[in-house]
C-alpha cells in the first residue's frame, strides 16, 4: 500500500486548501483513512478521519473547518480546509489501516496506523 499526499502550500489566514491522498494497492475492507498533522516541536495529531462507510470524525480544533471525504473517481480520500488559521500550520500526513468493526476516530493513535505518505506542508500566515 502507497500513500501519496499533494495539494499543500501557503495562504493567507482565512483562506483555503484542498489536500488529495491518493491511496494504492489493495487492503481489504474495513479500512479507516485519516489525516494527522505535526508542527514544528509537537506530537503528532489526528485530525479527521473516514471509516469504510464514510462515516466521519474530526478533532475539536478542526470541526466546522474541515471536511474529508472520498473520490471513488480519482481513488483519492481529500481534505477541505476551510477558515484556516495559522495553528493549522504543519506537515499533514494521510494513513491508512484495517480497523475491527470500522473501531477507528480522529483519536485514534498514531501506532494504529501502518501505512503512511510522505507528507504535504502547509503554512498558514496572519
Known amino acids: 500500500v502507497i500513500l501519496t499526499e499533494s495539494g499543500g502550500g501557503s495562504v493567507q489566514a482565512g483562506g483555503s486548501l484542498r489536500l488529495s491522498c491518493r491511496v494504492s494497492?489493495?487492503?481489504?475492507?474495513?479500512?479507516?483513512v485519516a489525516w494527522f498533522r505535526q508542527a514544528p516541536g509537537k506530537e503528532r495529531e489526528g485530525v479527521a478521519i473516514?471509516?469504510?462507510?464514510?462515516?466521519?470524525d474530526y478533532s475539536d480544533s478542526v470541526k466546522g473547518r474541515f471536511t474529508i471525504s472520498r473520490d471513488n473517481a480519482k481513488g483519492t480520500v481529500e481534505l477541505q480546509m476551510d477558515a484556516l488559521k495559522p495553528d493549522d500550520t504543519a506537515m499533514y500526513y494521510c494513513?491508512?489501516?484495517?480497523?475491527?468493526?470500522?473501531?477507528?476516530?480522529?483519536?485514534?493513535?498514531?501506532?494504529?496506523?501502518?501505512?503512511w505518505g510522505q507528507g504535504t506542508q502547509v503554512t498558514v500566515s496572519s
Open positions: 494513513a491508512t489501516d484495517k480497523f475491527l468493526m470500522d473501531d477507528c476516530g480522529s483519536g485514534s493513535p498514531t501506532s494504529d496506523f501502518g501505512h
Open positions: 494497492g489493495y487492503m481489504g475492507d474495513g479500512n479507516c
Open positions: 473516514l471509516d469504510s462507510d464514510d462515516r466521519t
